[in-house]
C-alpha cells in the first residue's frame, strides 16, 4: 500500500456520508490514476467552494451569495415559508420545482437522545422571521420520524399566538423517510397534499 499520505486521503474519504474504508480506498486509487482529469479539477472545485461559499443569513441555505439566490428572487411567495431541516432538504424541495415560496432552515431536529434542544436550532430566527414578514403559511417539510414530529409539534406550540397557518407535508413521505431521497414526484404530491 501506499504512504502516510494515502492513507491520510483513504481515512478522510471514508468519513464521508456512504463511504465506508472499502469504497474510500477504491475512491482513493481512481483519483490517483485519475490525477489530471478528475484528481486535479476535484481539488480546484473543493478550494473554490471553501473560498465563496457562504450561509445565508435569512434563510439557512449554502451558496455564493448572501442573502442567497432563493432570498433574492423577487418572484417567490413571501406568504409562504417552508421549515426544513437542512440544506440537503431545501434542496431536494427546489429540485421538485414544486415550491415557490421562501425557505428556512433549523439546522437539525429536536432530539433528546443526541442532546439537541431548542437552543441548538434556528428557532428564534424563524420566530423573528414570522412576526417580522408577511408569511401567512408555514410549511413543516420534517422527517416523519419521532425527532421531526416532536420538532414540528415544538414550533407548531412556540409560534401559536402568531397569525400563522401552520401544515406538513402529506402523502408521499413514508415514515422514516428522508426528502433527500425521495423522488421528484414523490415531493411534489406531498407539498400538494399537505395539511
Not at 432538504?89 to 432552515?105: K, N
Not at 430566527?125 to 419521532?146: D, F, G, K, W
Amino acid at each position: 500500500m501506499g504512504g502516510g499520505e494515502i492513507e491520510t486521503l483513504i481515512r478522510l474519504l471514508s468519513r464521508l456520508p456512504g463511504l465506508g474504508p472499502r469504497s474510500a480506498r477504491r475512491m482513493a486509487l481512481h483519483l490517483i490514476k485519475k490525477r489530471e482529469t478528475q484528481m486535479i479539477p476535484l481539488v480546484e472545485a473543493m478550494e473554490k467552494v471553501l473560498d465563496t461559499v457562504k450561509t445565508c443569513s435569512v434563510c439557512g441555505n449554502l451558496d455564493t451569495v448572501d442573502p442567497c439566490a432563493i432570498c433574492s428572487d423577487v418572484r417567490r411567495d413571501d406568504g409562504v415559508i417552508c421549515v426544513v431541516r437542512d440544506v440537503s432538504d431545501l434542496w431536494a424541495i427546489e429540485r421538485s420545482g414544486a415550491f415557490r415560496g421562501r425557505y428556512h432552515v433549523l439546522g437539525g431536529l429536536l432530539s433528546p437522545m443526541e442532546g439537541t434542544g431548542p437552543d441548538d436550532l434556528h428557532l428564534s430566527a424563524l420566530e423573528s422571521r414570522v412576526r417580522s414578514s408577511r408569511a401567512e403559511e408555514l410549511i413543516l417539510a420534517l422527517p416523519a420520524t419521532v425527532d421531526g414530529q416532536t420538532t414540528g409539534h415544538y414550533i407548531a406550540e412556540r409560534l401559536k399566538d402568531l397569525n400563522v397557518r401552520i401544515s406538513s407535508l402529506a402523502q408521499g413521505i413514508p415514515v422514516g423517510g428522508e426528502l433527500d431521497y425521495l423522488d421528484d414526484g414523490t415531493i411534489q404530491t406531498a407539498l400538494r397534499a399537505r395539511g
